[in-house]
């Protein structure tokens, strides 16, 4: 059985930064992607970020420049470091996992700006 079991989280003032990472573990297949996104209030899930089996990376247009992920293959996590956090960033993020077809959720952890 899958697992990821994400840390980080919390709440921040504006223009501060936060870390969030993501361990995943049973996993029996190589994965190709790990990522985030993140849902607020009233809004539909959006991606913030996904970095791929060679390292490639892909950001939503509203974390970049501002949000960086990375990754630590031995270790089957995944990190986002966010900087210059606005009150819009406010929502739950949840990590992200792809294993061939097989795609996994974690449980979501909130980050909350204050303005």
């Known amino acids: 059985q899958v697992r990821l079991v994400e840390s980080g989280g919390g709440l921040v003032q504006a223009g501060g930064s936060l870390s969030l990472s993501c361990v995943a573990s049973?996993?029996?297949?190589?994965?190709?992607?790990m990522g985030w996104y993140r849902q607020a209030p009233g809004k539909e899930r959006e991606l913030v970020a996904s970095?791929?089996?060679?390292?490639?990376?892909n950001y939503g247009d509203s974390v970049k420049g501002r949000f960086t992920i990375s990754r630590d293959s031995a270790k089957n996590t995944v990190y986002l470091q966010m900087g210059s956090l606005k009150p819009e960033d406010t929502a739950v993020y949840y990590c992200?996992?792809?294993?061939?077809?097989?795609?996994?959720w974690g449980q979501g952890t909130q980050v909350t700006v204050s303005s």
């Open positions: 970095i791929f089996s060679g390292d490639s990376t």
């Open positions: 992200n996992v792809a294993m061939g077809s097989l795609v996994y």
């Open positions: 049973g996993n029996r297949f190589s994965i190709n992607r």
